[in-house]
């Protein structure tokens, strides 16, 4: 298997743009989580999904945030419009809960720069 | 009050040298605790799981405390390559099959030469 698999790598965009950031979890893993990381916040949660389901969206910042997953093999997280301050990684990964192995696997995160 | 604390370092210790990391957590209802290791600008990757009667994988040994709701990662005798931030991380399981990783902000350790 590839891993999770995030797109784009590198994303510089203007104020007031529209972002969005791609992911494809591991195959067969039925959890996915969306993070953003910062040299002040750490890792934070945004949002995770079960079964194409979200669960938990408490971690989103503000109405300006949003994810999907149409399927289980695709998610995207979307930030419109974008703010200098959503400058960060942004980390997809995923999961298969098996017991109590709930491992996590990311993707190669997406660094976002909004100027 | 953020639900997993860290000592955020950095911790800079010799070759050789023994080091220990220690995590708080506030949810009494957190089932289970992982180590992740995080490279420089990579993504985060699991170290090793955290058993309540402690564990060990070579130079690494993880203990959980449930009555403090404390974790602990030791490694002994540091290598340069151990330089890298260690992410403490907790487990929920809200219902049915779901679970929520909630990670720690990290601790940086660097081992010097």
């Known amino acids: 298997d590839a891993g999770v698999i995030q797109s784009p790598r590198h994303e510089v965009t203007e104020m007031g743009q529209e972002v969005t950031l791609r992911c494809k979890p591991i195959?067969?893993?039925?959890?996915l989580f969306w993070y953003r990381q910062t040299m002040m916040r750490g890792l934070e949660l945004l949002i995770y999904f079960n079964n194409n389901v979200p669960i938990d969206d408490s971690g989103m910042p503000e109405d300006r945030f949003s994810a999907k997953m149409p399927n289980a093999s695709f998610s995207t997280l979307k930030i419109q419009p974008s703010e200098p301050r959503d400058s960060a990684v942004y980390f997809c990964?995923?999961?298969?809960?098996?017991?109590?192995?709930?491992?996590?696997?990311f993707g190669q995160g997406t660094r976002l720069t909004v100027v | 009050r953020k639900e997993v604390e860290q000592d955020p370092g950095p911790f800079n210790v010799p070759e050789g040298a023994t080091v220990a990391f220690n995590c708080t957590y506030s949810?009494?209802?957190?089932?289970?605790f992982f180590w992740y290791r995080q490279d420089c600008r990579k993504e985060p990757k699991l170290l090793m799981s955290?058993?309540?009667s402690g564990n060990e994988d070579g130079r690494f040994t993880a203990q959980l405390n449930r009555a403090s709701q404390y974790i602990s990662l030791l490694i002994r005798d540091s290598k340069l390559s151990d330089s890298a931030t260690y992410l403490c991380v907790v487990s929920l399981f809200p219902g049915g099959a779901t679970n929520k990783l909630i990670f720690g902000t990290g601790t940086l350790l660097a081992v010097q030469p």
């Open positions: 990964a995923s999961s298969l809960r098996q017991g109590m192995n709930t491992e996590a696997f």
């Open positions: 955290v058993y309540s």
């Open positions: 949810n009494s209802a957190s089932q289970s």
């Open positions: 195959s067969g893993h039925n959890s």
